[in-house]
């Protein structure tokens, strides 16, 4: 499957890149299309709502079928006058800098005893088409508690101002050197399994349709990458045949599934 993911940061291009690894999803970016992303303002009252937004947006100008993941950012113990919420990177209707997001957030920590716990609570959406989008929120997609801490880490890494601040309690390492050490799960595991598994069931889904839509007649089919992306002209029966070993490729199909499909 090929996914508009609408971002020109390279650090998040990376990271979700790392998080879907092995997956039969390709994603294509602005740069990759020659396009320009829309200015989309961020409306919406929660993450999910905001997430909305931009994939529709996305899809609207890509055409493809598009994804966005959208956060809020809560703080243990902080009054509600100082919650970030959605507006991360938003203090008092200013935009910030990495190293002024980093240098606020550290200065935050300190007022409270050298550091916060917190937690990104997240929210996904793809719009697969005008008639088909699937959505996610809570803690199930969202990364694990964490501190942000008052001494930052030396290193930086462009757009991902946070992991400089952010440890994991667990094993008190920064979230920048899992970064560079085990990207997929830097921002702990709960993250990553959320948001494969938001992903799988996607995939599933859509491969699903497709099976049940198929008609009489011929068909000129082009796998997707998980059947090698080869084109021909198929009759009913092989169209049938081509999805579901694509599907079994995957890993996308359960043995009951499998069955259903081929009895």
């Known amino acids: 499957m090929k996914l508009f993911y609408g971002t020109g940061n390279q650090s998040k291009l990376r990271n979700m890149r790392a998080i879907l690894a092995g997956m039969p999803i390709e994603l294509v970016t602005p740069a990759d299309l020659g396009i320009r992303l829309p200015a989309v303002e961020e409306t919406g009252a929660t993450p999910l709502e905001n997430a909305v937004l931009k994939a529709e947006a996305y899809h609207a100008v890509s055409g493809l079928p598009s994804f966005s993941l959208d956060s809020g950012l809560y703080l243990e113990g902080v009054p509600a006058e100082l919650q970030p919420g959605p507006y991360v990177r938003r203090v008092k209707g200013r935009e910030l800098s990495d190293e002024e997001f980093i240098a606020y957030y550290q200065q935050l920590a300190h007022q409270y005893g050298g550091r916060l716990k917190a937690r990104f609570i997240n929210g996904l959406c793809v719009v697969l088409n005008d008639r088909q989008r699937k959505e996610a929120a809570g803690p199930q997609v969202s990364t694990d508690w964490f501190w942000i801490v008052e001494t930052p880490h030396p290193t930086r890494l462009k757009g991902f101002p946070m992991d400089s601040i952010a440890v994991d309690p667990q094993t008190g390492r920064y979230w920048v050197e899992g970064d560079l ?73 359960t043995k009951s599934d499998y069955s259903k499909y081929t009895t």
Do not use: M, P, W
Request: net charge negative; no cysteine; proline share 0%.
């Open 181 to 253: 050490k085990d990207e997929q799960n830097a921002k702990g595991s709960t993250l990553a399994t959320g948001v494969r598994r938001f992903f799988s069931e996607l995939l599933q889904n859509d491969l699903h349709s497709e099976i049940e839509e198929i008609n009489y007649g011929t068909y000129d089919l082009t796998l997707d990458s998980a059947g090698g992306g080869e084109t021909a002209v198929l009759d009913k029966g092989e169209v049938h045949y081509a999805y579901v070993n694509a599907a079994r490729a995957a890993g996308l199909f």
